[in-house]
């Protein structure tokens, strides 16, 4: 992997590591607010560990109404303060909140309870039972049975629960592990997994290559071609400037330095001759172009 493509990618491993961190759980409670409804009639909802100094249990994100389950809406917006309640139930546990609200603004109190049958599947599949801060970092990301499962189908090594976090930060999902399955991708380790999604390698971004020739390509070239932006129609027009199929380190360094094929087919009519890849290379780092008629 380039210089460039390593950087990019530790970039989108440090973010996933801070959303991680952000959903880092409290102790036996934490503390709510709701505040207004913003487009589209969304609730922001933030979570606070009030017995962390650090601050390092706090979760922020916003909700559809319908997820917060028993939420009276009507007395949420009223005016005037009346008990507020409502529950956040997912796969992996669920919080219980209650408190006081009105004029589209709430506080209160929640307790937090991990889902057994959810805990009972990562032991049964030797992730392991999480601690209290990864069963509430699971709730939070909304990490679900069907990336375990698919995971498991797709015959990955078994993943950690940082992993199940990362990938489910990223938007990895079932449909995702068997996209990339049927394409002919099953990287080596989880890690390659992270980096396709943090780059948004696709499926239907594999097919575009494939449909030009550039079928079942390595998991490392395929990162090195999204990190800089390398896109079917970039090959194919140096394919029409008669360079045929160029090889991915050939791509990558046209790309890195800014050597289009509009930039080759000039510096070709100026020279009279076609001049090779290290050619338009090295006219493009020294700052050389074809001169303009």
Same mark, same amino acid.
């Given at each position: 992997?380039?210089?460039? %493509? #390593? ?6 491993? %440090? ?24 487009? *589209? *009639? ?8 009030? &017995?962390? #100094? ?11 109404? &319908? ?11 009223? &005016? ?6 409502? &529950? ?18 709430? #506080? ?6 991990? /889902? ?10 030797? @992730?392991?039972?999480? =601690? ?25 090594? =078994? ?31 989880? $890690?390659?997994?992270? !980096? ?7 499926? !239907? ?6 449909? @030009? ?5 390595? *998991?490392?070239?395929?990162? +090195?071609?999204? %990190? ?6 970039? @090959? ?16 990558? +360094? ?11 087919? #000039?510096?070709?009519?100026?020279? /009279? ?8 290379? !090295?006219? $493009?780092?020294?700052?050389? *172009?074809?001169?303009?008629?």
């Amino acid at each position: 992997m380039n210089r460039l %493509a #390593a950087f990019l990618l530790a970039i989108l491993f %440090a973010t996933v590591t801070v959303s991680s961190a952000c959903v880092a759980a409290p102790s036996d409670w934490l503390r709510f607010t709701l505040d207004g409804e913003g487009s *589209g *009639g969304r609730i922001h909802a933030s979570f606070r560990d009030e &017995s962390r #100094a650090r601050g390092d249990g706090n979760w922020s994100t916003g909700f559809d109404p &319908s997820d917060l389950a028993g939420l009276d809406v009507a007395s949420f917006r009223a &005016s005037g303060s009346r008990p507020i309640h409502f &529950s956040l139930v997912r796969e992996a546990g669920r919080l219980d909140c209650s408190g006081n609200g009105g004029d589209r603004h709430a #506080a209160g109190n929640c307790t937090f309870a991990p /889902d057994p049958a959810f805990t009972q599947l990562l032991a049964s599949r030797g @992730i392991g039972q999480p =601690t209290r801060a990864e069963a509430f970092g699971l709730m939070a990301l909304d990490v679900r049975r069907a990336l375990v499962d698919g995971l498991v189908a797709a015959g990955y090594p =078994t993943p950690s629960i940082d992993d199940l976090m990362a990938l489910t930060a990223l938007g990895a999902n079932r449909a995702y592990i068997d996209g990339m399955a049927r394409a002919g991708y099953r990287p080596k380790s989880l $890690k390659s997994l992270i !980096e396709f999604k943090a780059l948004g390698i696709t499926p !239907e971004w594999i097919s575009g290559f494939a449909r @030009i020739g550039y079928a079942n390509m390595p *998991g490392d070239d395929l990162v +090195q071609l999204k %990190a800089l932006g390398v896109t079917p129609d970039f @090959i194919a027009g140096f394919n029409r400037a008669g360079y045929g199929r160029l090889a991915v380190d050939q791509l990558v +360094q046209l790309k890195a330095l800014g050597v289009t094929p509009d930039y080759a087919l #000039a510096a070709n009519r100026q020279a /009279d001759r076609r001049l090779s890849v290290d050619q338009l290379v !090295e006219m $493009k780092a020294l700052g050389l *172009g074809p001169r303009r008629r």
